[in-house]
């Protein structure tokens, strides 16, 4: 009696304290190595290891190891067990069993069939597995090839069960003030504690001693380490760390981190912090070290267009398909954010990037322009410029935008998104600047679209004086205009120089050309005359409707003539040309053929005609003159003014000049002497006639 009281004290004196038993495990994981086994042989009892052993009942073959398979048989006909069993003082706690079967047999454990791997928990010393079958057959079998065994040590020492630590986390400071955090270590009961912070192992003589849950301070990155003792029994040593979270400053910084790293982003006042663009769980904020997208980031207030931020708040970076986030983690808050509208800044506007600074503004709101436009379909379309292809995805659906057509040229404003290895630009409307402009370039060739475009923007990209007049022609309406503009009303005969000649001078008559002031709406692809007030360096028009179609001309009939006065033609002399004169627009640069019927104007005084010079080239957006060939022209302009078709082009070296030929309606004639047909002609100045 006095024995059995003392083993149930022991007892309760281990529970109190926290003591556990210890576990052991043992595996025979090829059952043809247990004590050498030869083939055929009958093993009816053997040891997994000193203190369990293996056992089968069952007559015949049951128990007789076969190397085929490594496999010891029991069989269903011979109701055969298999039986674990363990020595005086340990318990059985889990066992496993791998086998293979024939004739659908199978284990039994407490009347349940289990398959192989059969693992069942239990709790004594001894267990024991039948043969059965998972059909039909009544003569099943069971070949084992591995056996596992999990039991305690009941006579061991117990051991002194551990310290609870809190669960390791990070922290950081609040604001400028010193940071500092708590965990709390709780001894297990009638358990000492000893813990170390300075990085030193805890045992029963080293490290601050407590009896109770305890909590301590922490203000640095800091490793807890503790251990319990009971008397002369000790636990092992738990350790934990406690991180002081890293905080960095500015969106630069935050975009240089390793992806899923979480700190503390700091935005101080004077980094001017904005937001660009809302949209769902998307906004994008822009300091004055880089941009970033916060991502289904919830703030008090919600961020919208143009607020100024300041303060801080603890979140993760994420490269999301190489586009840079902020992503909410368990401790983000924006407490300690300020965000307000500006007072003195200037509204958050795009940041202007050529072809080679898309890497440099990732989630940055920015405009991309004279982008020419190669593919378009659905919400994306592709777009080039500089040899760098730039994808348009339209995620956000912004206001005035429209899928652009293939051809054009256009400028871009919107979020510079890149996803996977694309360069992608995502169109929004923010603060009047809308997002997708459409550009007629007198450098480049314009592509019409196929049918009208309305509420466009559109970029006049040509330069135009106040001292010159200029042809202008563009693909959209144009309203009030700010300049003077002239139209094209009609051509007469009149004179439109004269020639000097063994010392008289004489006229020369032809079409003149009459223009007259136009106070309207300038048409789509119509070519008028217009000279600014002040230097235009282009024009952007919102709302407008982009026309298809090509650009068109004005033409009038100057009426044929009999010989014109003052000049007295030779028999087989031509009359006074008559035929069609036209004022012809373009809309994108045009090379003139080298011909005596093209005209374009020089400045507001001169005329040139392209037989004068090679390749004349006409830029788009502007236009030309066109007139019967070999004909002179003038352009007679309201308030007297007049651009003649009288061009010097002689060299100050006589010496050196070509031979130089006009007719007598001074016109400059490209073909040689001998290629001419009979007439008169001043060759280098000396009326000759050709017979």
């Given at each position: 009696?006095?024995?059995?009281?003392?083993?149930l004290?022991?007892?309760?004196?281990?529970?109190a304290?926290?003591?556990?038993n210890?576990?052991?495990?043992?595996?025979?994981?090829?059952?043809?190595?247990?004590?050498s086994?030869?083939?055929?042989?009958?093993?009816?009892?053997?040891?997994?290891?000193?203190?369990?052993?293996?056992?089968?009942?069952?007559?015949g073959?049951?128990?007789?190891?076969?190397?085929?398979?490594?496999?010891?048989?029991?069989?269903?006909?011979?109701?055969?067990?298999?039986?674990?069993?363990?020595?005086?003082?340990?318990?059985?706690?889990?066992?496993?069993?791998?086998?293979?079967?024939?004739?659908?047999?199978?284990?039994?454990?407490?009347?349940?069939?289990?398959?192989?791997?059969?693992?069942?928990t239990?709790?004594?010393?001894?267990?024991?597995?039948?043969?059965?079958?998972?059909?039909?057959?009544?003569?099943?079998?069971?070949?084992?090839?591995?056996?596992?065994?999990?039991?305690?040590?009941?006579?061991?020492?117990?051991?002194?069960?551990?310290?609870?630590?809190?669960?390791?986390?990070?922290?950081?400071?609040e604001?400028?003030e010193?940071?500092?955090?708590?965990?709390?270590?709780?001894?297990?009961?009638?358990?000492?504690?000893?813990?170390?912070?300075?990085g030193?192992?805890?045992?029963?003589?080293?490290?601050?001693?407590?009896?109770?849950?305890?909590?301590?301070?922490?203000?640095s990155?800091?490793?807890?380490?503790?251990?319990?003792?009971?008397?002369t029994?000790?636990?092992?040593?738990?350790?934990?760390?406690?991180?002081?979270?890293?905080?960095?400053?500015?969106?630069?910084?935050?975009?240089?981190?390793?992806?899923?790293?979480?700190?503390?982003?700091?935005?101080?006042?004077?980094?001017?912090?904005?937001t660009l663009y809302?949209?769902?769980?998307?906004?994008f904020?822009?300091?004055?070290?880089?941009?970033?997208?916060?991502?289904?980031?919830?703030?008090?207030?919600?961020?919208?267009?143009?607020?100024?931020?300041?303060?801080?708040?603890?979140?993760?970076?994420?490269?999301?398909?190489?586009?840079?986030?902020?992503?909410?983690?368990?401790?983000?808050?924006?407490?300690?954010?300020?965000?307000?509208?500006?007072?003195?800044?200037?509204?958050?506007?795009?940041?202007?990037?050529?072809?080679?600074?898309?890497?440099d503004?990732?989630?940055?709101?920015?405009?991309?322009?004279?982008?020419q436009?190669?593919?378009?379909?659905?919400?994306?379309?592709?777009?080039?410029?500089e040899?760098?292809?730039?994808?348009?995805?339209?995620?956000?659906?912004?206001?005035?935008?429209?899928?652009?057509?293939?051809?054009?040229?256009?400028?871009i404003?919107?979020?510079?998104?890149?996803?996977?290895?694309?360069?992608?630009?995502?169109?929004?409307?923010?603060?009047?600047?809308?997002?997708?402009?459409?550009v007629?370039?007198?450098?480049?060739?314009?592509?019409s679209?196929s049918?009208?475009?309305?509420?466009?923007?559109?970029?006049?990209?040509?330069?135009?004086?106040?001292?010159?007049?200029?042809?202008?022609?563009?693909?959209?309406?144009?309203?009030d205009?700010?300049?003077?503009?002239?139209?094209?009303?009609?051509?007469?005969?009149?004179?439109?120089?004269?020639?000097?000649?063994?010392?008289?001078?004489?006229?020369?008559?032809?079409?003149?050309?009459?223009?007259?002031?136009?106070?309207?709406?300038?048409?789509?692809?119509?070519?008028?005359?217009?000279?600014?007030?002040?230097?235009?360096?282009?024009?952007?028009?919102?709302?407008?409707t982009?026309?298809?179609?090509?650009?068109?001309?004005?033409?009038?009939?100057?009426?044929?003539?009999?010989?014109?006065?003052?000049?007295?033609l030779?028999?087989?002399?031509?009359?006074?040309?008559?035929?069609?004169?036209?004022?012809?627009?373009?809309?994108?640069?045009?090379?003139?053929?080298?011909?005596?019927?093209?005209?374009?104007?020089?400045?507001?005084?001169?005329?040139?005609?392209?037989?004068?010079?090679?390749?004349?080239?006409?830029?788009?957006?502007?236009?030309y003159?066109?007139?019967?060939?070999?004909?002179?022209?003038?352009?007679?302009?309201p308030?007297?003014?007049?651009?003649?078709?009288?061009?010097?082009?002689?060299?100050?070296?006589?010496?050196?000049r070509?031979?130089?030929?006009?007719?007598?309606?001074?016109?400059?004639?490209?073909?040689?002497?001998s290629?001419?047909?009979?007439g008169?002609?001043?060759?280098?100045?000396?009326?000759?006639?050709?017979?």
């Amino acid at each position: 009696m006095k024995k059995l009281l003392t083993l149930l004290l022991i007892s309760a004196f281990a529970t109190a304290v926290g003591w556990a038993n210890t576990t052991v495990s043992n595996t025979i994981a090829n059952i043809a190595n247990v004590n050498s086994w030869t083939n055929g042989t009958k093993y009816v009892s053997f040891s997994l290891d000193a203190n369990i052993t293996i056992s089968c009942t069952g007559g015949g073959n049951s128990g007789k190891y076969y190397t085929s398979g490594n496999e010891w048989r029991l069989y269903q006909t011979e109701s055969a067990k298999l039986i674990v069993t363990a020595a005086d003082g340990y318990l059985l706690n889990s066992i496993t069993v791998t086998y293979n079967v024939s004739n659908t047999g199978i284990l039994v454990y407490n009347n349940t069939q289990i398959s192989s791997p059969a693992t069942v928990t239990v709790s004594g010393q001894s267990v024991e597995f039948s043969v059965g079958n998972s059909g039909s057959a009544t003569n099943g079998q069971v070949k084992v090839t591995a056996i596992s065994v999990t039991y305690s040590d009941e006579s061991s020492p117990a051991t002194v069960e551990e310290p609870t630590l809190t669960d390791e986390f990070t922290f950081w400071p609040e604001m400028n003030e010193a940071a500092s955090a708590q965990m709390t270590i709780t001894p297990a009961s009638g358990n000492t504690v000893r813990y170390t912070t300075n990085g030193s192992t805890p045992s029963r003589t080293n490290g601050t001693e407590i009896t109770a849950a305890t909590t301590i301070n922490i203000s640095s990155t800091t490793t807890v380490k503790a251990i319990s003792y009971v008397g002369t029994q000790t636990s092992q040593v738990v350790s934990k760390t406690y991180t002081l979270g890293q905080t960095v400053t500015g969106i630069s910084a935050f975009k240089n981190l390793a992806n899923g790293t979480t700190v503390r982003l700091f935005l101080p006042d004077d980094y001017n912090a904005r937001t660009l663009y809302v949209n769902g769980k998307d906004a994008f904020v822009r300091d004055k070290t880089g941009a970033i997208c916060v991502y289904d980031v919830t703030t008090n207030p919600p961020l919208q267009y143009n607020q100024h931020i300041a303060g801080w708040i603890i979140g993760t970076y994420t490269n999301y398909n190489n586009l840079p986030e902020f992503t909410a983690s368990t401790a983000t808050n924006s407490c300690y954010l300020v965000i307000a509208d500006p007072v003195t800044e200037h509204d958050a506007e795009p940041v202007e990037i050529d072809a080679d600074g898309y890497a440099d503004h990732y989630a940055d709101w920015v405009t991309v322009n004279d982008l020419q436009v190669t593919a378009a379909s659905g919400n994306t379309a592709t777009a080039n410029v500089e040899g760098t292809t730039f994808s348009i995805y339209n995620k956000y659906n912004p206001e005035n935008y429209q899928l652009p057509y293939v051809g054009a040229i256009v400028d871009i404003s919107g979020i510079a998104a890149p996803y996977n290895n694309t360069q992608q630009l995502r169109p929004i409307n923010q603060n009047d600047y809308w997002p997708l402009t459409y550009v007629v370039d007198a450098q480049q060739g314009f592509v019409s679209p196929s049918s009208d475009i309305t509420n466009a923007q559109v970029r006049l990209k040509r330069n135009l004086t106040p001292q010159d007049w200029s042809v202008l022609t563009v693909p959209f309406e144009l309203e009030d205009f700010e300049g003077e503009v002239l139209e094209y009303t009609g051509v007469t005969l009149g004179e439109v120089g004269s020639y000097e000649m063994s010392g008289n001078s004489y006229p020369i008559y032809s079409g003149v050309m009459q223009f007259e002031d136009y106070y309207g709406t300038l048409q789509p692809g119509m070519p008028y005359l217009v000279r600014p007030y002040t230097l235009q360096h282009g024009m952007t028009l919102n709302g407008v409707t982009l026309k298809a179609g090509a650009a068109g001309s004005v033409t009038k009939t100057l009426a044929a003539q009999q010989n014109a006065p003052g000049i007295n033609l030779m028999a087989n002399e031509q009359p006074v040309y008559a035929g069609d004169y036209s004022l012809v627009g373009t809309y994108s640069p045009t090379t003139l053929p080298k011909n005596e019927s093209t005209v374009v104007i020089v400045d507001s005084s001169n005329l040139s005609w392209t037989s004068l010079v090679d390749d004349t080239e006409v830029g788009g957006t502007e236009g030309y003159i066109t007139v019967p060939e070999g004909a002179g022209v003038k352009l007679d302009l309201p308030g007297n003014e007049v651009i003649t078709a009288i061009v010097d082009i002689r060299p100050d070296d006589i010496s050196q000049r070509e031979t130089v030929i006009y007719n007598l309606l001074g016109v400059r004639l490209t073909r040689p002497l001998s290629e001419l047909p009979p007439g008169i002609y001043i060759v280098n100045g000396k009326k000759i006639v050709k017979r």
